[in-house]
């Protein structure tokens, strides 16, 4: 069975830093891209950063060069640095598969919150 658990959030003023964990369980983890994605409230999920089975990393737009993603697959575990957070990255933060052939609805967690707010 698939699970992903999500860790990492919390409150943090705008310019500040917060790690994301991810820990992974079942297979979906070493057979596929991971990706990050975050629901604000009142908007629909997006994908904001994804990481190949091979390292490669892509993101949105509106968190390149401020968040890093990364993956142990030792841990199984997929990680999102963000810093320089903004108040508009306020959000709940679910990682899941970056997956065209996957029902992705089928694997979701709980996510994490973050709140950016002075």
């Known amino acids: 069975q698939v699970q992903f658990v999500e860790s990492g959030g919390g409150l943090v003023q705008p310019g500040g830093s917060l790690r994301l964990s991810c820990a992974a369980s079942?297979?979906?983890?070493?057979?596929?891209?991971m990706g990050w994605y975050r629901q604000p409230p009142g908007n629909q999920r997006e994908l904001v950063a994804g990481?190949?089975?091979?390292?490669?990393?892509f993101y949105a737009d509106s968190v390149e060069g401020r968040f890093t993603i990364s993956r142990d697959s030792s841990k199984n575990t997929v990680y999102l640095q963000m810093n320089s957070l903004k108040p508009e990255d306020t959000a709940v933060y679910y990682c899941?598969?970056?997956?065209?052939?996957?029902?992705?609805?089928?694997?979701w967690g709980q996510g994490t919150q973050v709140t950016v707010s002075s």
């Open positions: 990481v190949t089975r091979g390292g490669s990393t």
């Open positions: 899941n598969a970056v997956s065209s052939k996957l029902n992705l609805d089928d694997y």
């Open positions: 079942g297979s979906i983890f070493s057979a596929y891209a």
